[in-house]
Each structure stands twice: as C-alpha cells, then as structure tokens.
C-alpha cells in the first residue's frame, strides 16, 4: 500500500488560503487571512459571535469606560451631616464663652442707657450676641426714625450713654474665640468623615459652614432689639443690632471656611503622619 502525501486528505490539491481557515488551520484562530498572530489583540471582542472581552494591558476591557468618582479625590470623604452639627456647635459654643466672660460687664452698660427709664430694653443675651458678632469684625448698627432720622454705626458719640455700651462691646482678645471654636470643630468634623490628607481635611472642615451660617442667620433677627414710643401724638422708633450683610458675609461664610478648613487640614495632616492613615 502506498502512503498519500500529506495534505491529500482533502483533496489532490493543497489547501488554500480560504480552507486553511475553514479546516481549521493557522489562519482559522487568528481570525485574519494572514494568520499572523495577532488573535489575542481582536478575538474577545463583544460582537454577535464574540466570546469573553478582550483585555487591555492595564487589565480593563476594550469597550468599558474607566469609573471615575463623582466630584472627584477631594470630596471622597466629604459628609455634610457632621458639618452641620458641629458648624452650630461651633456658633453655640462662641456665644456661651462670650456670655461666661462679659454677662456682667453688659449687664452694667446695659442699666446706664437713657432708655432704661422706659419700660424696654436690650436684654442681657441679645447684647452678648452683639459682643459675638463684633469678635467676627461685623459692626453693630442703630436706627432711628421719627422727628429726625438717624442711623449708622454704634459708637461713642452715637447718642447719649452709648460710650459704656460700646466699651462693653470691644472684644478684646475674644476675638480670638470665633477662630479656636471653628478650629477644633473643623478638626472633629474631618476625623468623623475619615479624611486621610491635609487637602481632604481641609473640604471636610469646611463643611461646618453649613451649621454656622445657619445659625448666624437666624441670630441677626433674634438680636435685633427694637423700641417704638409715642411722644406728644409723635412715634419714635428705634432698632439696635448687627449689620445684616456683613454677618452673613463674613461672620457666615468667611470665618467658617477658614477656621473650619485650617482645623480639617490640621486632622487631615495628623492622619497622613499616622503610621496606620
């Protein structure tokens, strides 16, 4: 018995190159006429005969777009709920050292205003809220409406008997106090997100301006203390308390974002240094 040549199994010719693909030779894995090779690069595309996704060398799929976070590394870690809660804290905590130390100074200065012989008033607690927003540089404002207008800055010549009441109100080295309480509420505020660098401490201790602006708003309306007397069929009115846009400006938003993201920056380094941050 003579023995055929090779490749005479599928005829008396050789394959070509289109039955070398359907028979299942080099150029039938390769998917390309040549058969050079290249089938681990096109095989894995997702297509009607397609098999599994090719991958690209830095081990993704041909076909699926990288997943980026939202907003960003920055705010990986921000959470605005601890903001919020220690951003009041912060403001709270102001006004009850503020109170601590001067209650019985304003109290004095208080008790020496000509309009201490009516039946009204400043209250103690909204004079001390004054004292609060001038240890963020926010002037205190008066008005006075009836026979002849008035208004502007409170001062010592501001109308009689004020002078006690603006010594009373220069805060001293309580300007300070703002920045200390923003600070550690800052601090606290990126270790409850769980920041791991100065930078993303920093945007967490910011965050306290959500509760501080808060609460600064609403205290300019309940410090603001007013006074309406009828005077031989004549009504005098007047009204003492913060300038509305500069507490909401600087006491509200300033001195919350700087104390807050110094104090977040300030938790974000002690983590970076920690040898398990």
């Given at each position: ?153 409170l001062s010592f010549g501001a109308f ?12 001293g080295l309580l300007l300070f106090v ?19 660098t100065p930078k993303t401490g920093a ?75």
């Amino acid at each position: 018995m003579t023995e055929e040549p090779a490749g005479s199994q599928h005829g008396d010719s050789p394959p070509g190159p289109a039955e070398g693909i359907e028979g299942g030779g080099p150029g039938a894995r390769s998917g390309s006429p040549g058969g050079d090779g290249s089938s681990d690069d096109c095989a894995g595309h997702d297509g009607p005969g397609g098999g599994e996704p090719a991958v690209r060398t830095d081990g993704g799929s041909f076909g699926t777009a990288p997943e980026t976070p939202v907003g960003g590394r920055l705010f990986d870690h921000l959470s605005l709920r601890p903001g919020l809660l220690l951003g009041m804290v912060a403001f709270v905590g102001t006004y009850a050292v503020m109170y601590s130390l001067r209650a019985e100074r304003v109290a004095s200065a208080v008790a020496g205003l000509p309009l201490a012989l009516s039946a009204s008033t400043p209250e103690i607690p909204q004079v001390v809220g004054w004292l609060v927003y001038r240890a963020h540089f926010v002037p205190i404002e008066y008005s006075v409406t009836g026979a002849g207008s008035d208004s502007g800055e409170l001062s010592f010549g501001a109308f009689p008997g004020a002078g006690d009441l603006v010594a009373a109100l220069e805060p001293g080295l309580l300007l300070f106090v703002p920045l200390f309480m923003l600070f550690i509420c800052g601090f606290y505020t990126a270790i409850e997100c769980d920041v791991t660098t100065p930078k993303t401490g920093a945007v967490a201790g910011a965050s306290v301006v959500v509760g501080y602006l808060l609460l600064v708003v609403v205290a300019v309306a309940a410090l603001t203390w007013s006074l309406s007397l009828a005077v031989f069929n004549l009504t005098v009115t007047a009204s003492i308390g913060p300038g509305e846009v500069q507490a909401v400006f600087i006491a509200g938003v300033v001195y919350p974002l700087v104390g807050g993201a110094l104090g977040g920056a300030a938790a974000g380094a002690v983590a970076d240094w920690s040898p398990t941050g």
